[in-house]
């Protein structure tokens, strides 16, 4: 774990971390932060962790054995089956997953622990938060994505909603609890932060009450993309289309005119009500063709297609196997590594997985001899990043970091604005239509932006003045495009030699598929997420780029590590985050059992993967009136036969008489976890999100005012409000930034705007 000389150090070199998790969520974060190269310390009962023998299949590991993906997730990690104040105290991190209620039980005190450690910081991980009406209701992944509004937009309207397969709730989970845990250590003072696995859950969907808003648009119907996956001579070809070009240029590929004469079209959204007419004009010109001639035929077009991977067929794509994704776990399977790669440092090597309390008899530390730092205000305060990301996935990532505090410097230009101000549709009755995108609006918020022509000499010198004084830089084009600006990372870090530049490709800055176009869904396609989210007759449903803010909350995490590593050794670096590393390390599950017992994971419809478990989406009175229910043990399913009067009754009989709502109340007061499947739309209306204030009230200078969604985290002490910027318009920022920090004069302003170089609309409207 120490710095050798020859040897790559690990970014967060010396960090100490106790991780108390009996569920996926903890047991992630411990991992990233192992991975990165903290010595975790994990607490266990002593029967062992229940992920030691969870499978997803329901095989059962050999004897002395434990699950493939325990041993994932804990690999490198030392366990003990005992804890006290001293080790807590002795930690920098603690990660417990566990209510109130339940903290209490197992002996934590966190005001005693923080008085105790005042520079300690302790991530809790729960359903609903540890405050709020709803803070010790029970609940599963499942059931919160129906909270959430994530399944109730996903499916046929002629059959049930959907919910996304593969635990991919958990992972997010885990990966904002491990960037917090880093944000705040990066404080200096100890701190609480109460993270709420249904905010986490809600961020994955699109901001789709902003939607209803902006565009004065009805709740928004269940539907699935049209076209998204469809069957191709020897296979599935997973398709994704963004933008009115995209979909243009597919017109021409399919050689279909005629897709150009509707106007709707363009957007994802207006295509539901024509999906018979496309599907039936593109089924036989993708059934006369391989799935290998499609997706090559689609990287001529500039368009994001894809193979359909699963467990049997991922690890052995040639792109993944020629950039070394898959790496050896000593329990003797392959595993993704980390999502990550650092050009001055690098992961833990992966070791084994540890036995139940084998560090009981060891002294694992001694406690730290500090007192908590004087700084007020937000973790992040004082940290300057320069922001080119755009769409969803790198505008999520610079989201969390502004919401902690940093100074974020959104960088567009009005040749080519953020892409997702455009996409999804657009108001005809207002002037300024491109500030209207509800994506942006929820990803956007407390940055300020400024545009800039980098094709222009006036516009590379600015960019470089902004860069010289940034601490972070952060992109997300395809590979190419920062260097044909003379900004790749060799440059930047000889500009500014402590610079962290973060680069977001979706395949990775090498690799056959290096220059690919690929957005969320592609990755949820490529990856094996589609594959498992479905009904078991019909096809594939990709999640609907949930994956888009889950690849930006690593970024930000990997960002965090690698600024740790810059204040220990005054070094920057280049940190390469790829899209599809990411998603990889939410399916490892499926190569692992593959590989293991030969099993290939399936669609489930809504049962899911949790052998021994009851789960199912349930029709209920009234019109397309549907609820979540889990049932996990003996003592749950008695209290829902003791509910439902006999225990002879069919379920979906018993359902279809209830009212929707007040089921749910009887079933979750019975100790059984429920919910209504709710339109994405009216999840503002979610009394534990409303008692949180997990959406804050901003006003913007053309919509109005909205509300707006915050990190999944209760307030930090002193900070009154997550958000305190409504999203930018269009170079809103040009005379303050460029006046503050570039040192350019209202002349200076006024000859860059009549030459093109800034600007506040967009070029050629």
């Not at 792109?319 to 050896?328: A, I, N, P, Q, T």
């Amino acid at each position: 774990m120490s710095d050798v000389e020859g040897v790559a150090p690990a970014p967060l070199h010396d960090l100490r971390v106790v991780e108390i998790s009996d569920r996926i969520a903890g047991a992630y974060c411990g991992k990233l932060l192992a991975d990165a190269g903290a010595d975790v310390i994990k607490v266990e009962p002593p029967d062992g962790d229940p992920l030691r023998r969870f499978t997803a299949s329901g095989a059962v590991p050999p004897d002395g054995k434990d699950s493939p993906l325990f041993a994932y997730l804990n690999a490198g990690k030392r366990s003990t089956t005992s804890f006290s104040d001293e080790l807590l105290t002795g930690a920098d991190i603690v990660i417990v997953t566990a209510t109130r209620s339940a903290a209490a039980e197992r002996g934590i005190d966190l005001q005693r622990l923080l008085e105790q450690a005042p520079r300690l910081v302790v991530v809790t991980i729960s359903d609903f938060g540890w405050t709020g009406p709803w803070a010790e209701r029970p609940a599963t992944e499942f059931t919160l994505q129906a909270d959430s509004g994530l399944t109730g937009f996903r499916g046929d309207p002629a059959g049930p909603p959907i919910s996304v397969g593969g635990d991919l709730g958990e992972y997010q989970g885990g990966v904002w609890a491990a960037y917090g845990a880093l944000a705040a250590h990066r404080w200096g003072r100890g701190v609480h932060l109460d993270m709420s696995m249904l905010e986490a859950i809600t961020l994955m969907q699109s901001g789709e009450w902003l939607h209803s808003q902006l565009l004065k648009a009805p709740h928004v119907r269940r539907s699935v993309e049209v076209p998204s996956i469809e069957p191709a001579k020897d296979g599935f070809v997973g398709i994704s289309m963004v933008t009115g070009q995209q979909w243009l240029d597919f017109a021409a590929m399919v050689d279909c005119p005629e897709f150009t004469e509707v106007p709707q079209l363009q957007f994802q959204i207006g295509r539901w009500d024509y999906r018979d007419w496309i599907r039936e004009r593109i089924d036989p010109w993708m059934r006369e063709r391989t799935v290998e001639e499609i997706v090559e035929l689609g990287q001529l077009f500039r368009l994001p297609l894809a193979a359909l991977g699963n467990g049997a067929t991922v690890r052995e794509m040639d792109h993944l196997l020629e950039r070394g994704v898959y790496v050896d776990n000593p329990a003797g399977f392959a595993q993704p590594r980390p999502p990550w790669l650092m050009s001055d440092a690098a992961p833990s090597s992966i070791r084994p997985a540890p036995a139940i309390g084998a560090s009981d008899a060891e002294s694992l530390w001694e406690p730290r001899q500090s007192t908590a730092g004087p700084k007020t205000g937000r973790p992040l305060a004082g940290l300057r990043v320069v922001d080119f990301t755009a769409f969803w996935a790198g505008p999520s990532a610079t989201h969390s970091l502004a919401a902690f505090g940093a100074e974020v410097i959104k960088v567009e230009s009005i040749q080519r604005p953020d892409g997702i101000r455009y996409s999804g549709g657009m108001r005809k009755d207002v002037d300024d239509w491109w500030e209207y995108g509800w994506v942006f609006h929820a990803m956007n918020t407390n940055k300020r932006s400024v545009t800039l022509d980098l094709q222009t000499d006036a516009g590379r010198g600015l960019i470089k003045t902004l860069i010289a004084q940034a601490d972070v830089v952060i992109e997300n084009f395809s590979p190419r495009v920062m260097d044909q600006f003379d900004l790749g990372a060799d440059a930047l870090l000889e500009l500014n030699p402590r610079l962290v530049m973060v680069r977001m490709p979706a395949f990775g800055l090498t690799g056959p598929w290096r220059d690919r176009v690929g957005f969320a869904p592609t990755m949820e396609q490529i990856a094996g997420l589609a594959w498992v989210t479905g009904m078991p007759d019909g096809l594939p449903v990709a999640p609907r780029g949930a994956c888009d803010p889950f690849a930006g909350t690593h970024a930000a995490f990997a960002l965090m590590a690698a600024l740790e590593f810059t204040d220990r050794t005054g070094r920057g670096q280049l940190v390469e985050v790829p899209m599809i590393e990411s998603v990889l390390n939410v399916t490892a599950v499926q190569p692992m059992e593959f590989e293991l017992y030969g099993s290939i994971l399936e669609r489930n419809g809504n049962k899911g993967h949790h052998p021994g478990v009851t789960q199912d989406i349930y029709r209920c009175a009234g019109d397309d009136s549907w609820i979540a229910m889990t049932v996990r043990t003996d003592t749950e399913r008695d209290a829902l036969v003791t509910l439902m009067g006999t225990p002879d009754s069919d379920l979906a009989q018993w359902f279809a008489t209830q009212d929707a709502a007040t089921v749910v109340e009887q079933l979750v007061a019975a100790g059984i976890p429920a919910a209504v499947v709710i339109s994405p739309s009216v999840v503002i209306d979610n009394p534990q999100l409303v008692h949180r204030g997990f959406f804050e009230p901003l006003t913007h200078p053309s919509t109005g005012p909205g509300l707006y969604p915050c990190p999944p985290f209760a307030r930090l002490d002193g900070v009154d409000t997550w958000l305190h910027r409504p999203p930018p318009t269009l170079g809103q920022h040009n005379g303050e930034v460029l006046t503050e920090l570039c040192g350019l004069t209202e002349a200076d302003l006024e000859r860059l705007a009549a030459d093109g170089v800034i600007g506040t609309r967009p070029k050629g409207l």
